[in-house]
């Protein structure tokens, strides 16, 4: 079996023109969305993530306000920021890009935002909606995996749906969602004792564990959905230099039904996902 590949670039894109539509629509009516990002620190990966999100922003007119601090700044300078983004009505979205410097306590960081700008949906309030199934901004990545599992026209109800992985970002809401959705769920990480048992019996594959190639065919049912989140950058070998997900692709074509490639999978709906929750708050804020 070679597997049908998930485009996330050209899903992206399209939802991206419906995001553009409404963004304009709401700049009509003098509400033009708008999202602040803080960068705090020098992250290569943070700050390339950043700037995509910024570029995202501008080309879909949705207007973005940047404030990079120095790894060293003071946490009060930050929360002082974020108390002044919370109460600017022009302000429709506030990310601060994680990971965060040793200094700062994470979950004060995340609940200092207002929940209602809270486009990430990592405040407390979110995350407890979402386990609720009630309405809230979800987080952009198992968001963006959510439309796409939903392009592939798999059932989601009743399916057998594995995780690997249990971050806060990713890992968790992902498993909320797909629950959310009626599958049955289990959540995989690195103290699960006999990792391949639960994956080949996977209907829906989601692979966030940040392990370059770490998940091969040898792992997946045949005609399984693969959703692969890793972005890793290979550090040895021929391949040295590339980007790679966490699903040894080669390998999992061969017995995945459909599967997403790296890059131009699952990081383009982040990107999209964020873009859209940005244009739902401004939406509320213009009603
Ligand atoms: N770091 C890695 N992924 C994310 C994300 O989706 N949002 C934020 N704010 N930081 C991240």
Do not use: W
Not at 154 to 166: C, F, K, M, N, T
Request: glycine share 10%; proline share 6%; with cysteine.
């Amino acid at each position: 079996m070679t597997a049908r590949i998930i485009d996330g670039k050209a899903l992206a894109e399209q939802v991206r023109g419906e995001i553009a539509t409404r963004a304009a629509a709401l700049a009509a009516r003098g509400e033009q969305p708008c999202l602040a990002v803080l960068l705090i620190g020098a992250d290569p990966a943070s700050a390339v993530y950043v700037r995509n999100k910024v570029a995202g922003c501008e080309k879909a007119g949705i207007r973005s306000l940047r404030f990079d601090y120095s790894a060293d700044v003071a946490p009060d300078v930050v929360m002082a920021k974020l108390a002044e983004l919370n109460a600017d009505p022009a302000v429709h979205g506030i990310l601060v890009q994680l990971p965060l410097p040793p200094q700062f306590d994470e979950a004060a960081v995340l609940e200092a935002i207002s929940v209602e700008k809270d486009v990430d949906g990592f405040h407390a309030e979110n995350v407890g909606r979402l386990s609720q199934n009630q309405e809230a901004f979800i987080p952009c990545t198992p968001h963006g995996v959510m439309k796409m599992l939903e392009s592939t026209g798999v059932p989601l109800a009743g399916a057998e749906a594995v995780v690997i992985g249990r971050s806060n970002i990713v890992g968790k809401p992902m498993a909320m969602l797909l629950t959310n959705a009626g599958a049955t769920v289990t959540v995989c990480h690195s103290k699960t004792r006999d990792l391949a048992f639960h994956t080949r019996r996977a209907d829906i594959l989601v692979a966030a564990v940040g392990k370059p190639r770490f998940v091969t065919g040898a792992m997946i049912k045949p005609g399984a959905v693969v959703i692969d989140v890793g972005i890793n950058r290979l550090t040895d070998g021929p391949d040295a230099g590339k980007l790679c997900g966490d699903v040894d692709f080669d390998s999992a074509a061969q017995v995945a039904g459909a599967i997403t490639p790296v890059p131009g999978g699952v990081g383009p709906m982040t990107i999209t996902m964020l873009l859209e929750n940005t244009v739902i708050s401004a939406e509320r804020a213009a009603r």
